[in-house]
Every structure is written in C-alpha cells, then in structure tokens.
C-alpha cells in the first residue's frame, strides 16, 4: 500500500546515507591535508562542500514536496523531520570539514607540532566513528546506540581540553604561537562535528519514542540522561 | 582526495519527464461549455499529457465534471449542452464532423464517482464492453487480463459468474476499472473515483492509479486535495468567477506540476484555496 | 389523563379499520363461498370439453373457454411490442420538451381511466365496421389490446425508469450506442416490472365483458371459435347462463365464474410471484 510514497521515504534515508558518505569523505579528506600540510587537498576539500551543499538542497526539496504531496503523520512525519534536522546538522559538518582546511592553507609554512598533529588524527578517527554510529542508529532506529554517541563525544570533549593545554605550552616562538591558534580552532571544529553527531543521535531518538529530549545540557553539564 | 562523480539520486520532486519530452494528448483551447445557453466553464486552456495522472480540483461548481466529460462526448448525451472552443486529441478535432462519438468513448473510458457495476456477473460485466464493440476473439482472456490489471484477478478468480453486486464497494469500483481497461483505451478519465470509498478502498484506487498510468493516460477530478497532492503528477485548479453579466462560470486559475501548486502556487486563488482558506 | 384518551382514540380508530376490512372480507367470503357452493356441481373435465347446450346436463363452456384463450395470446401478442416500444420510444428517444411527446404523455394517462365501454363503441365503430373485420376474435383481441394498452405502456414505463441513469452512463461511456444500451442493458433489467405489468393488463383485459358484448361477441355459440369467425368469452358466456330461467343453468354460471376466477387468480398470482422473484432491488 502507498508504494510509491514509501520508496519515497527510502529514497530519502538513501540520500542521507550519500550525504554521510560525502561528509566522511570531507573530514577524512581535511585531516590528510593537515597531516600533510598540503594545501592542494585542502583546496579539492573546499570545492567538494559544493556537492555536498547540492545533495542537502536536494534533499531540502524533497522533504518540501513530500510533505506537501503525502501528508505523512505519526512516525512517517517524525521520519521526516528527524531527516530534516539531521540533514542541516551534516551540511554543518561538511562546512566544517572546509573551515579545518581553509586554516590547513593558512597554517602552511608555520613549525608543526608532530605529537598534536597526530592527536588531531586520532580525534579525527573518533569523529568518524561517531558519525558512522549515528547514522547506523538512525538507519536501525536504535536509540541505544544513539545514546552511546554521548560518551564517544566525552573523548573528544576531553581530547579537545587536552589540545588547548598543549598549545599553551608550545612556547614563545610567535610562528608556533600562530600556528597553535589556528590549531586550537582546528580542535574545536573536530569537536563540533562530534557534537552535531550527538545532535543527530537525538532526532533518533525522537524519531522512535517521539520524544524530543537532549541527551546532554550544555547548561547544566552534570544532568546526564541515560 | 578523489572528487565524487556527480550524485545520482532519483530526485524526489522533480518534474516528470523533462518539459521538452512531454507528448500530448488533449490539446484544449478556450473551451467554453454551456448548459441551455448558461456557461459552466468558460475559456480553458491547457495540454493533457501522456502516462502522466492529471488532477482537477477546485470547488463545487466550478465545472470539474463538465469538464472532465467533453473529454469523452458524454456531455452529447445531455440535452441543452453545448460546446465551444478546441480540443484535440492526439491533434485531432474530437468534435469533427465525422468523428464517431462511440469511437471516442472506447479510446476514452470513464469511471464513475458511485461503483456503478452492471445487474450482471462478474464475468460479464467486464466481457459487456468488448462484446458492444465487436472484440469478441478471446474474450475470456480479454477479462482476465482487465482483471488482472485493475487488481482484482486474485479476489475474484473463483467466482466469475457470482453477481457483481456482491462485492464490496472497493472490489465494484476495482471491477468498474476493469471493465473499462477491457476495451483497451488510450486514456482514463475518473470523476470522483474514490468518494464514495473507505480509506483503505481508496489507498488502492491510489496505489492502481499509479501502476495504470505507466500504460495509460489518467485524467481525475477530485474534489479531495490531499488525493490530488497524493496521485497527480499535474494539476489543474478550476475556480467560480462572476462574468461580466453576473453568471458564474468555471475558469482554469492555474495548471501546473503538482508539487508545485501545494509549495509554491503562482496565483492567489490557487493557494487560498488549497490552504484551506477560501471565502 | 391526556394520554390515556389518546389511546382510547387510537383504539377506536382501529376498531373501526378491523370493521371496515371485516365487511369488505366478509361480503366477498360470502360471494365466493355462495358462488362455490353451486358451482361445484358441475365442475368436472366435461365442462371444458364440451360446447354449450340447451339441455344444462349436455352443456359446457367449450367454446368461450377456447376463445378467451385465444384473445389472451393475441392480447399479449399485440400488446407487449407495442407498449414496450412506446415505453421505450418515451423513455429513451424522445425529447421532453417537444409538444408531440407531452400530448403523448398526457393522453397515456387519460386513456387508462377510459371506462371499457367506450373502447366497445369504438370497437365496433372502426374495427367491427370501418376495417371491415366483423364481429369476430380478432377484432376482439384488438380492441382488448387498445383497452390494456395504456396500462402496459405505463407498467414498462415504470419498469425502465427505475433502471438507474449511472447503468446507462457506464454503458454509454464503454461505447455502446444507443439501441445497444437499450437493449442490452436497460430492457434485460425491465422485463420482470415490464413482464408483471404485462400480465395483470392481460387478465383485466380476459375479465372484460362490456366492450365485446358490443361488438357482439355472440351469447349461444356452440362451434369452436376460429380467428376470423364469431364467438363468444367466458364471461359472456356466463352472462348468458344467468338470464337463463332454470336453476341449473345458473349453477353453470357458478361454474363458469369458478372457472374465470380461477384463470385470473392464477395469472395474478403468476406476475406476483415473477414480481417477488426477479424483481431487482436498486
């Protein structure tokens, strides 16, 4: 029954899907360019976020025309919107892919700090994994695994700390001080993306109990839900 | 890094095929309509085109089922009506001189908005059509396949020669599809076809809509816009204006593709009307 | 209390319609079980199988019984077609607003409240004489036929009203034409209101007297009739036997109304049970 509107509705969890793959692809793309301070792939990183850019506006339109063509309600509309939400929050993360790039091309040249740089890889890992895990929770509906997203983004929350600290050691040397800074930037971005990962994990949530709740208050840090 | 190759994903609401490839079907030209010299419809222009599901909406009296039946000379039947302006089908004039209107209405089915299956059997029901025309060879087989493509073969496979009447009202209305796809027409035209229906009956009329359009060309008024916004790929909204002597008459406001007029509608009128806030 | 005189009206009222149908069944009890009583003597085979006689022992009804059937099937013959054809030249073909239909229309409606005597002076006036036929069954039969005429044009027209318009919209936008939807749906749905109203206008038409007396369906014939000779019906026939003075001729009239009565009851009982049976609920 209603064929055509439920292949409309995979079509669209196809499409976030792409979006996600783009998104990886995006980040992995910007932590090589930093690992290799190339600013070539930073360059390619930049022009990528168009596509990405396109696929969200694709997807944007669809959800407009299905929305006004099927009336979908219960869980087909919170389907919807959860679609709507997290398809914002992966454009967010390619544009941040393309801010860690355009500051790769502005740290190029300045002294690297080896051991940070490879700490930026491995959050850059975490990211991934996170992004991995929500999207599987949200293609399996799984609130758990949603929920686990939150002490993943913990790590990267820490790493994070542990970056500024880094860099506040780094010295005197107003090259290393500059490229610190851009650093620093680098981090909170990573830890951004962990963030809007998190985010997406909530609208899985929503999307099966109907409940919006966040799963951690940025206010008021010590009210954890599990 | 490896820049992707374009994405292709079946876009969700794009227009259905490009502009430049549609081919018509109903090529109609200010057609005005009158009854004993009153205008229902006055002045309609606009091109059917093929394999798509076009909709009319608009409200009572605006001329929908006037319309809908110019299409296929049924409104010859009516005495007292008259009908002005161009329409071709397949670029000819359906309303020639030497066009014969019995032609007309085997290429051109229509279903009606109540179930109106014959006092007959199943069987000849669906075998009356072919039998008034003369397509005679195989006429058991014509029957299974109308029943097949409207759906219904499996309910009613054992009980051919059961009365018609005794099937539900969403099996009668499946059985009058069936009955008219066994002439083997170009076009279908559907005044209304699943008011009369409950929700589930109607979900399939919906759903065989969107199988029977990849072979035919579906016209259907509906006065149901949510259905429109459902199972149309264009949509034509229909509205009463006051002409100048003070009668109404039914106007074409604006025809367009259907995710359009229920996102971003051209003309006022057409979206006052399908948010609900006319008059 | 106003309730209580409420009922007490009510009670009345009824008693009254009990009184009403007790006369009117009573009155007719009694008829038939007086008709019964002297006509059960001679109800046997002989009185179908031999003519009429002066002697009441050697009599039968033969001959009227004979001719009463024969105008029957004449009277069906002519009519059926004819009055479903008008029915359905008037329902399907004509245009309303044309003067000729409507004075059609009217007339129909007239004709059938046309005491049945008059058609005999008409009869005998244009059939009898003005065609030239004489007094014999087949001028019978067709004046019968213009006396039930109306009555079955307006049973047929009843009969294809009531087929609803969406069958023949539906058959119209398969591509029949016209006569096809006519014929193939419309009449096939008619025939049981058509086929009910055809025979209660035969059996009125079989208990006329009135009008075949005036064109002289003959009181004493004791030949079989044929289509072009004289004759005479049963219930002329059983008209005759009563103004005859002897006590058992009319116990032969007796017989002869047994014999009428039934043929009616069955033929009225027949449409009911067509009517029961096929009639199509819409």
């Known amino acids: 029954m209603r064929t055509t509107f439920t292949e409309e509705l995979d079509t669209l969890q196809a499409s976030l899907s792409e979006e996600v793959e783009l998104v990886l692809r995006a980040l992995r793309g910007s932590i090589n360019s930093l690992r290799e301070s190339d600013p070539d792939l930073a360059d390619e990183v930049i022009a990528f976020d168009d596509e990405v850019d396109a696929l969200y506006l694709s997807i944007e339109q669809g959800i407009e025309s299905l929305l006004a063509r099927q009336t979908p309600v219960a869980v087909d509309l919170r389907f919807v919107l959860a679609v709507l939400h997290s398809n914002l929050h992966l454009e967010r993360m390619a544009d941040l892919c393309v801010t860690i790039a355009k500051l790769t091309k502005l740290a190029h040249g300045l002294p690297p700090d080896e051991m940070l740089v490879e700490g930026f890889d491995e959050m850059a890992s975490r990211a991934e994994e996170m992004i991995r895990v929500a999207l599987d929770s949200f293609v399996n509906r799984d609130v758990a695994g949603a929920e686990s997203l939150v002490d993943l983004d913990e790590l990267i929350d820490r790493t994070n700390r542990r970056v500024v600290e880094h860099v506040l050691e780094l010295g005197g040397d107003p090259e290393r001080r500059e490229w610190g800074l851009r650093m620093i930037v680098i981090s909170r971005c990573l830890e951004r993306v962990g963030d809007h990962a998190v985010d997406i994990g909530e609208q899985t949530a929503y999307l099966v109990t109907g409940e919006f709740r966040e799963f951690t208050d940025a206010s008021h840090p010590e009210r954890v839900d599990t | 890094m490896v820049s992707a190759a374009p994405i292709h994903i079946e876009a969700l609401a794009a227009e259905r095929p490009e502009p430049g490839t549609r081919e018509v079907v109903f090529d109609i030209g200010d057609l005005t309509v009158s009854y004993d010299g009153n205008p229902a419809i006055k002045g309609a222009t606009f091109e059917v085109y093929r394999n798509f599901v076009t909709a009319i909406i608009g409200p009572s009296g605006c001329g929908k089922s006037t319309f809908i039946r110019c299409l296929n000379r049924m409104n010859d039947l009516i005495q007292g009506a008259g009908v002005e302006g161009r329409i071709l089908y397949h670029g000819q004039d359906l309303y020639g001189r030497d066009v014969d209107p019995v032609e007309v209405r085997r290429r051109i089915g229509m279903v009606f908005q109540k179930p109106n299956p014959f006092p007959k059997s199943i069987h000849d029901n669906v075998a009356f059509g072919p039998r008034v025309l003369g397509m005679t060879s195989d006429l058991d087989a014509r029957v299974e396949v109308a029943l097949k493509q409207a759906a219904l073969w499996e309910e009613v496979k054992d009980r051919l020669k059961k009365s018609a009447l005794s099937l539900s009202g969403g099996q009668q209305q499946r059985l009058c599809i069936a009955r008219c796809l066994a002439v083997e027409p170009d076009v279908i035209l559907m005044d209304e076809p699943a008011s009369a229906l409950d929700p589930i009956a109607t979900t399939r009329i919906e759903d065989l809509m969107h199988e029977l359009k990849k072979d035919y060309t579906i016209v259907i008024v509906t006065h149901n816009m949510q259905q429109a916004a459902r199972v149309a790929d264009m949509t034509a909204f229909f509205n009463i204006e006051k002409g100048e002597e003070g009668e109404r008459a039914g106007i074409l406001v604006e025809y367009d593709i259907t995710s359009k007029i229920f996102t971003q509608p051209s003309d006022k009128r057409t979206e006052d009307y399908v948010t609900g806030r006319f008059g | ?282």
């Open chain 3, 1 to 282: 209390m106003k309730g209580r005189s409420r009922d007490v009206r009510g009670a009345i009222f009824r008693l009254a319609l009990l009184v009403s149908l007790a006369v009117a069944f009573v009155t007719l009890g009694a008829l038939l079980v007086d008709v019964a009583g002297k006509g059960f003597e001679f109800l046997d085979p002989f009185f179908f199988t031999h003519p009429p006689s002066t002697d009441p022992h050697q009599a039968g009804a033969r001959p009227a019984i004979l001719a009463t059937l024969y105008i029957g099937v004449l009277l069906l013959l002519f009519t059926v077609p004819v009055g479903v054809g008008t029915a359905i030249y008037l329902e399907e073909y004509a245009d309303k607003n044309r003067w000729y239909n409507r004075l059609l229309e009217v007339n129909i409606q007239n004709l059938a409240a046309v005491p049945s005597i008059v058609y005999g002076i008409l009869g005998l006036a244009f059939i009898v004489r003005g065609l030239g036929l004489g007094r014999v069954v087949l001028a019978g039969a067709l004046i019968l036929t213009l006396l039930v005429l109306p009555t079955v044009i307006i049973a047929a027209r009843e009969a294809i009203r009531a087929v609803p318009d969406s069958i023949r919209q539906a058959a119209f936008a398969l591509g029949a034409t016209r006569w096809q939807v006519i014929a193939r749906q419309v009449l096939p749905a008619a025939i049981p209101g058509i086929a009910t109203g055809s025979i209660l206008a035969l059996s009125r038409g079989i208990g006329e007297t009135a009008p075949l007396i005036m064109i002289g369906a003959l009181t004493y014939v004791a030949f079989d009739p044929s289509l072009l000779g004289p004759f005479t019906v049963l219930p002329v026939q059983i008209y005759n036997w009563t103004s005859q003075p002897q006590e058992d001729f009319v116990k032969l009239a007796a017989t002869g109304i047994i014999v009428l009565l039934g043929m009616l009851l069955t033929l009225n009982a027949f449409a009911i049970w067509l009517r029961n049976r096929y009639e199509r609920r819409w």
